[in-house]
């Protein structure tokens, strides 16, 4: 394929509403977006012929498969990926406006090997975060290298080299919130050295998050998380997510059995609910991220697990009385659930279902089959939302655009380039798919 296909330059440059999409799930911390006149059907049929498939704006060619979902803010485009064969940990910068590679950074030469026995992780499954002027980039590794714009490095460290080994069984996949000019890194992290026949647990892997100075680097303090887990239970693949509501502004952290919130400031916890995991215990592992509205915070638990409403504004151990409702029809243990236009979107990886749901009362809007028979994939990756649709794709990197008022399918497209867990993004009117292979822009 041309490796960067141009086409509608012009329109990528003037686009009304635009938002930046500079972390992992979105300006407003939630998988939305309030962009308008997005795309409900796009083409990348010919595009190896330099035709101009529809809706499709341009395809960059990418070095190496990764996870890590892509980061837009203005005209940059911030993507972390392996190279072919996995020794090298890449940061790249794209130009937003013509899909070509500013720059590109090898942040971490390492030996190539597997890295979950499931086959889906690699140690670039981390999202880029950004603010505009600067970004940085985390690898599995618990390498992270922050660079301003024009690819200059400002900082690097090893978490660690500074703060105990990664001792997750599928490889350390969470990616850092930024708030108020502080990143804010979770590690959940088994608290025994299993790969090497640890059999006891050692207090010196505990579980923590760690807040350090966007500008520099440094740690600023570094606040336990602790929690009734033991063995596989500590690990959490999720990600800290911001929660502002009237009152009070916390760091939502989910895994390890419980949902917690932490103060900024120092970390401290100010309330946690638990367990994720009922009538069940063991090698039970957080993937998804949480969710909130003022009144309620949304989290899956492990798979087979429920979603549960968390009643806002608690304090202390919440117990039982702290659960609003649960969901179980399905589970939504991979994908992370979506807040967009009043209703929680659930999604599951497994069945590949997806329900419209009453966020105050747990009711049913609407569900349905996102895949069409003949697709066996799965849903790794995390739905979006924007100007009345719904943007998700599959293990095989097959797209599925939907209303987001009623199930209805508005187009499917068959991309197909292996595995793909890195979630769609929205940004400057345009839509961003990345597959193992490419950086997909869609828009009108």
């Given at each position: 394929?041309?490796?960067?296909?141009?086409?509608?330059?012009?329109?990528?440059?003037?686009?009304?509403?635009?938002?930046?999409?500079?972390?992992?799930?979105?300006?407003?911390?939630?998988?939305?977006?309030?962009?308008?006149?997005?795309?409900?059907?796009?083409?990348?049929?010919?595009?190896?012929?330099?035709?101009?498939?529809?809706?499709?704006?341009?395809?960059?060619?990418?070095?190496?498969?990764?996870?890590?979902?892509?980061?837009?803010?203005?005209?940059?485009?911030?993507?972390?990926?392996?190279?072919?064969?996995?020794?090298?940990?890449?940061?790249?910068?794209?130009?937003?406006?013509?899909?070509?590679?500013?720059?590109?950074?090898?942040?971490?030469?390492?030996?190539?090997?597997?890295?979950?026995?499931?086959?889906?992780?690699?140690?670039?499954?981390?999202?880029?975060?950004?603010?505009?002027?600067?970004?940085?980039?985390?690898?599995?590794?618990?390498?992270?290298?922050?660079?301003?714009?024009?690819?200059?490095?400002?900082?690097?460290?090893?978490?660690?080299?500074?703060?105990?080994?990664?001792?997750?069984?599928?490889?350390?996949?969470?990616?850092?919130?930024?708030?108020?000019?502080?990143?804010?890194?979770?590690?959940?992290?088994?608290?025994?050295?299993?790969?090497?026949?640890?059999?006891?647990?050692?207090?010196?892997?505990?579980?923590?998050?760690?807040?350090?100075?966007?500008?520099?680097?440094?740690?600023?303090?570094?606040?336990?998380?602790?929690?009734?887990?033991?063995?596989?239970?500590?690990?959490?693949?999720?990600?800290?997510?911001?929660?502002?509501?009237?009152?009070?502004?916390?760091?939502?952290?989910?895994?390890?059995?419980?949902?917690?919130?932490?103060?900024?400031?120092?970390?401290?916890?100010?309330?946690?609910?638990g367990t994720l995991t009922p009538k069940i215990t063991g090698n039970v592992r957080s993937v998804s991220l949480p969710v909130a509205t003022n009144d309620f915070i949304f989290a899956a638990g492990p798979r087979?697990?429920?979603?549960?409403?968390?009643?806002?504004?608690?304090?202390?151990?919440?117990?039982?009385?702290?659960?609003?409702?649960?969901?179980?029809?399905?589970?939504?243990?991979?994908?992370?659930?979506?807040?967009?236009?009043?209703?929680?979107?659930?999604?599951?990886?497994?069945?590949?279902?997806?329900?419209?749901?009453?966020?105050g009362t747990g009711k049913v809007k609407w569900d349905g089959l996102l895949s069409a028979p003949e697709d066996k994939a799965g849903f790794s990756s995390s739905p979006v939302a924007g100007d009345g649709k719904?943007?998700?794709?599959?293990?095989?990197?097959?797209?599925?655009?939907?209303?987001?008022?009623?199930?209805?399918?508005?187009?499917?497209?068959?991309?197909?380039?292996?595995?793909?867990?890195?979630?769609?993004?929205?940004?400057?009117?345009?839509?961003?798919?990345?597959?193992?292979?490419?950086?997909?822009?869609?828009?009108?």
């Amino acid at each position: 394929m041309n490796k960067c296909l141009l086409a509608g330059i012009a329109i990528l440059s003037c686009v009304a509403h635009a938002e930046n999409w500079g972390q992992w799930r979105g300006p407003n911390n939630n998988g939305s977006t309030s962009e308008s006149n997005l795309p409900d059907t796009f083409s990348i049929e010919d595009a190896d012929k330099k035709t101009h498939p529809k809706n499709l704006a341009w395809v960059c060619d990418l070095p190496g498969a990764s996870n890590a979902t892509p980061v837009v803010f203005d005209t940059n485009v911030f993507v972390a990926s392996n190279n072919a064969d996995g020794s090298e940990l890449i940061g790249i910068c794209i130009n937003r406006l013509d899909g070509k590679i500013r720059w590109q950074k090898v942040v971490v030469k390492t030996t190539p090997g597997t890295v979950s026995g499931t086959g889906k992780n690699t140690l670039a499954s981390c999202s880029p975060v950004t603010d505009g002027k600067q970004v940085c980039f985390t690898f599995g590794t618990g390498d992270m290298a922050c660079y301003d714009t024009d690819g200059k490095e400002l900082w690097t460290r090893s978490i660690p080299k500074d703060h105990g080994e990664l001792t997750y069984l599928h490889g350390y996949s969470s990616t850092p919130l930024l708030y108020k000019e502080k990143l804010y890194v979770q590690v959940l992290r088994r608290d025994r050295l299993e790969a090497r026949g640890g059999k006891a647990a050692d207090p010196k892997f505990d579980s923590y998050l760690l807040c350090m100075d966007w500008k520099s680097g440094k740690d600023i303090f570094k606040a336990p998380r602790k929690s009734d887990a033991k063995d596989g239970e500590c690990e959490s693949y999720s990600s800290p997510v911001l929660y502002e509501r009237p009152g009070r502004t916390e760091i939502l952290i989910s895994g390890s059995l419980w949902v917690s919130g932490h103060d900024p400031e120092n970390g401290k916890e100010f309330w946690h609910w638990g367990t994720l995991t009922p009538k069940i215990t063991g090698n039970v592992r957080s993937v998804s991220l949480p969710v909130a509205t003022n009144d309620f915070i949304f989290a899956a638990g492990p798979r087979k697990r429920p979603v549960f409403a968390i009643k806002a504004g608690g304090n202390g151990d919440m117990k039982e009385g702290g659960k609003a409702w649960e969901f179980a029809a399905h589970d939504c243990a991979v994908p992370s659930p979506m807040l967009y236009d009043n209703y929680l979107y659930l999604l599951d990886d497994d069945k590949k279902k997806m329900s419209c749901i009453e966020p105050g009362t747990g009711k049913v809007k609407w569900d349905g089959l996102l895949s069409a028979p003949e697709d066996k994939a799965g849903f790794s990756s995390s739905p979006v939302a924007g100007d009345g649709k719904i943007y998700c794709m599959n293990e095989r990197g097959n797209v599925v655009i939907l209303s987001s008022q009623e199930f209805k399918v508005l187009c499917r497209v068959d991309i197909d380039e292996g595995f793909t867990a890195a979630s769609p993004v929205i940004a400057q009117g345009h839509v961003f798919f990345r597959t193992a292979k490419r950086l997909y822009c869609v828009g009108k």
